[in-house]
């Protein structure tokens, strides 16, 4: 653990503070246990004393403090164990992140992200190339004005044939994953205080997230919260996994982003869809699992034909569930550069802990926890980001990628 920590740039400090509250936990419950054995004993001893009232009366004072000294301990324990809202121990573990898998590469930031394979040639434009912003304003497809109108800045309105596109996207993305086995679920968008912790964005993340506090309920992030938290509290059968669940929402979040960057556009929105993955597989298989889910993602993009690459997650850059994550980045023409499109990561058996997801390898034997995998298939504003630029035509027109014609019904939207 303090290897990973360190890896992450994290203070590893926080091992010793954890095994020093967990011993107190423990030096707790082992007081607990000796007050209440010495206190079985003295009890014992009246009912076997010739006088029993003389025993009761000598033997009452010291059993009364140790009813003191059991009383006392049980709280100490109870202050200090995780169940306990303001224990020490669950403050810190709720702040500690997944331990890093070791295939991920060192480093402090995304400039330390290792590429591991591309697909496709940018487009070379034989004119100049306009933002998706600018180009679905002209074709009416895209209205941030009104949105803001409505909502306030980082909402967009989706018209006409943009709005078509969209839903195209999500019945395209859907389409494929069950064609690769997933099952899908449309999860509720409203989820519990306790189902966010299970899933380890409480409270890391309360900051980024809408919440109804008269109600206590949280708008989803992500699908992946009620997708991964769904099996709670269950023990699945060996012969069950892989599960492997396929979720269209819109999703919430406070979206910051670094100061005066992605502003514009429909790259950072408080409201966006995205069709998201998820896998609860056996630990032995999770590493295979997120190269096989990791392929069911880009895949959809080589269908698009949208150029894209994959990169591997640093230490520094790994997110605070994962043990190792891939990103799959698609190339936007207005940047220059590749843009985040996916995130998939294996988070082990982190959040299979808290929201304790087990299964057993056969009946009777000892239960054991899931590995839980999430990855996007695909966020679909980012999806409409990348068509609009990069099938830009000169006449200012848009050309719809071919596999996407059926779902639409048009191979252009006309200028």
Excluded at 39 to 55: F, M
Aim: charged share 30%; glycine share 6%.
């Amino acid at each position: 653990m303090r290897l990973s920590l360190s890896r992450r740039g994290a203070d590893p400090s926080i091992v010793d503070e954890l095994l020093r509250c967990d011993e107190e936990y423990r030096s707790a419950l082992t007081a607990t246990e000796r007050a209440k054995a010495e206190k079985n004993r003295l009890s014992a001893s009246v009912g076997q004393a010739d006088d029993k009232a003389a025993a009761a009366r000598e033997v009452r004072p010291k059993i009364d403090a140790l009813s003191l000294e059991i009383a006392a301990s049980e709280e100490r324990a109870r202050t200090l164990s995780t169940s306990g809202e303001s224990s020490p121990l669950r403050a810190m573990l709720e702040q500690t992140p997944n331990l890093l898998d070791d295939s991920v590469p060192d480093g402090t930031d995304e400039a330390s992200n290792v590429e591991l394979r591309r697909w496709g040639t940018p487009r070379t434009f034989d004119f100049e190339v306009k933002p998706h912003w600018e180009i679905g304003e002209q074709l009416g497809i895209l209205d941030f004005a009104r949105a803001a109108k409505l909502s306030g800045s980082r909402f967009a309105v989706l018209a006409g044939a943009g709005a078509r596109l969209s839903r195209a996207l999500a019945t395209f993305f859907l389409d494929r994953a069950q064609e690769r086995g997933y099952r899908e679920i449309a999860p509720p968008l409203l989820v519990s205080r306790a189902t966010m912790w299970s899933t380890g964005q409480l409270s890391k993340f309360a900051d980024a997230m809408f919440e109804d506090r008269d109600g206590d309920l949280f708008m989803i992030p992500t699908a992946e919260v009620p997708l991964t938290a769904m099996r709670g509290a269950e023990i699945l059968e060996f012969s069950d996994l892989p599960q492997k669940y396929v979720a269209h929402t819109p999703c919430f979040r406070k979206e910051a982003g670094a100061a005066g960057k992605d502003t514009r556009g429909l790259m950072r929105q408080h409201q966006f869809e995205k069709v998201e993955l998820v896998w609860l597989a056996a630990p032995e298989a999770s590493f295979e699992a997120l190269e096989v889910l990791t392929r069911d993602s880009e895949g959809l993009l080589a269908e698009l034909e949208l150029p894209h690459r994959v990169v591997a997650l640093c230490a520094g850059d790994t997110g605070f569930n994962a043990a190792k994550t891939y990103d799959i980045e698609v190339w936007v023409p207005s940047s220059n550069a590749y843009r985040e499109i996916s995130s998939c990561s294996n988070c082990t058996d982190f959040q299979a802990r808290r929201a304790s997801i087990r299964f057993r390898r056969e009946p009777g034997a000892k239960p054991e926890f899931v590995h839980t995998l999430n990855g996007s298939a695909l966020a679909i504003g980012r999806t409409l980001i990348a068509i609009l630029e990069n099938y830009q035509q000169r006449d200012g027109t848009v050309t719809v990628p071919e596999v996407l014609r059926p779902y639409t019904g048009f191979d252009r939207i006309p200028a």
